[in-house]
């Protein structure tokens, strides 16, 4: 049986409940798909330490603040979780637990999608699917040979697992950093290894600046002005507290990166080298748009040629939450909402007679 409706969205993370939010404010009947069995997306599968880059009130969706969590300027990974279940419930939003989206394809006037539960026609599709499930794992050399453990950044939960071992951490990025912070914080033998000398970006900027400097980027490319730089162009690495206090007592002495994996370890170009019965990737993700390959619409890096939202290919498709690529911050919490507003209204366009 295939059943029918104006618009799917694809994913019931942030970005799909901000998609979400948006329709139904604009009475457009749709169902949200998504995979996971409970509410809270990936927020739900990270790190027990992990804390949100800005305090509550600059890390909402659209319609509702996120209240402060006591205790803590920086919210923990559960307070999201929490925030994004009331959100759901608050609002009332038709999300559809475990429905695993397998692909999208064109029928006619509809898209159809195709789910272990059964099809679904509909007039627009909304992807949100994020890049939580497909981790980057860069092709280095000597990888099978390496005999200990290697974890990429989705895997990593607790310092507790590695007590007594030595571990190599890659990535100069906010994971990165955050992760390598927590190990030293806990007295793990630890080797953070990054590409390039780590830029910290000043102690004082937070999300919501990263989110104006995002923005203000957007604008002047739109407007034919010279590029700003934008967020890349302050740093790389927001110091939240447990990584500003990690680096100030000087726990934190990046090396570059290593040209080789050794069945034990790591080796360096200059022959230097460092066991490790564990090597943690924190080396990015990549857009997860397997669902919509059917379509044949993606381009260079993965990405789907987009205008704001919009394919440029399927003007039936928007994508929300990938990054700059698809809105300003549009990865984040406070940046997805304008966005998931403008995709709404060109929907809303779209599907009027």
Not at 34 to 56: E, I, K, N, V
Not at 220 to 225: E, F, I, S, T, V
Not at 237 to 243: D, G, K
């Amino acid at each position: 049986m295939t059943r029918r409706t104006d618009v799917v969205v694809v994913g019931g993370g942030q970005s799909g409940l901000a998609a979400g939010y948006h329709l139904r404010r604009l009475g457009i009947d749709h169902v949200i798909l998504d995979a996971r069995t409970a509410p809270g997306g990936a927020w739900q599968h990270t790190w027990d330490s992990l804390r949100l880059f800005s305090p509550a009130e600059h890390s909402s969706l659209p319609g509702r603040r996120m209240p402060v969590q006591p205790g803590q300027t920086y919210p923990d990974a559960q307070h999201v979780v929490d925030y994004l279940t009331d959100y759901e419930k608050r609002y009332e939003l038709p999300v559809q637990r475990g429905a695993r989206v397998s692909a999208v394809h064109r029928d006619g006037a509809f898209l159809r999608v195709e789910t272990d539960g059964g099809d679904w026609q509909a007039r627009a599709v909304v992807s949100a699917t994020g890049t939580w499930n497909r981790p980057f794992l860069p092709a280095v050399p000597g990888r099978r040979e390496y005999t200990g453990r290697r974890l990429h950044t989705v895997q990593y939960q607790a310092p507790a697992e590695f007590s007594g071992q030595r571990v190599v951490v890659v990535g100069g990025g906010n994971s990165g950093a955050q992760i390598a912070a927590d190990l030293a914080h806990a007295g793990i033998d630890l080797v953070w290894v990054t590409q390039r000398p780590p830029r910290y970006l000043a102690d004082d900027i937070d999300g919501r600046a990263l989110f104006d400097v995002a923005t203000a980027r957007r604008r002047a490319l739109d407007a034919g002005r010279a590029d700003t730089g934008g967020v890349a162009s302050l740093g790389d690495i927001v110091a939240v507290p447990p990584v500003r206090t990690a680096r100030d007592a000087g726990l934190l002495n990046p090396k570059p990166m290593f040209s080789r994996l050794t069945p034990t370890g790591v080796a360096w170009a200059d022959g230097t080298t460092a066991e490790a019965d564990a090597v943690i990737w924190c080396t990015g993700f990549r857009p997860a748009l397997a669902p919509f390959s059917a379509l044949r619409l993606r381009g260079t890096r993965g990405h789907i040629a987009t205008v704001g939202t919009r394919a440029v290919d399927e003007p039936r498709l928007h994508l929300l939450g990938y990054g700059d690529w698809t809105g300003p911050a549009s990865a984040t919490l406070i940046g997805v909402g304008r966005p998931a507003r403008d995709a709404a209204r060109e929907i809303s366009a779209l599907l009027s007679p």
